[in-house]
């Protein structure tokens, strides 16, 4: 499985991003996706996931309400739509695809398949 991630960039305080992950390879192992991100200096955490067959979301308190996710199965692609976004949202931003239920991927012991990380820049 290989993963894609794309859509970062640089954006001010208070702006939008939607983020992109796109599966490629044996995808029919995968029953959720996730998102991290990673600060600089700090420790790579947990920020969305998404159930691939019912939709069903988890977001971190962090970014609850301002942050929503979605896939496109057809497609084979999850999102990560960034709304009112602070300068502490600037990160790197990995997706994640794990053989687990979404519930279970705040911890990235059960994601089993990363993509590259994007930039994400909020300026204040």
């Known amino acids: 499985v290989q993963l894609q991630a794309s859509g970062g960039g640089l954006v001010q305080a208070g702006g939008s991003l939607r983020l992109s992950c796109v599966a490629s390879?044996?995808?029919?192992?995968?029953?959720?996706m996730g998102w991290f991100r990673q600060a600089p200096g700090k420790e790579r955490e947990f920020v969305a996931a998404?159930?691939?067959?019912?939709?069903?979301?988890y977001f971190a308190y962090s970014v609850k309400g301002r942050f929503t996710c979605s896939r496109d199965t057809a497609k084979n692609t999850v999102y990560l739509q960034m709304n009112s976004l602070k300068p502490e949202d600037t990160a790197v931003y990995y997706c994640?695809?794990?053989?687990?239920?979404?519930?279970?991927?705040?911890?990235?012991?059960?994601?089993?398949?990363w993509g590259q990380g994007t930039q994400v820049t909020v300026s204040s």
């Open positions: 994640g695809g794990s053989r687990a239920r979404a519930s279970l991927i705040n911890n990235e012991n059960y994601i089993h398949y």
């Open positions: 998404i159930n691939l067959s019912a939709g069903a979301t």
């Open positions: 390879g044996r995808t029919g192992s995968i029953e959720a």
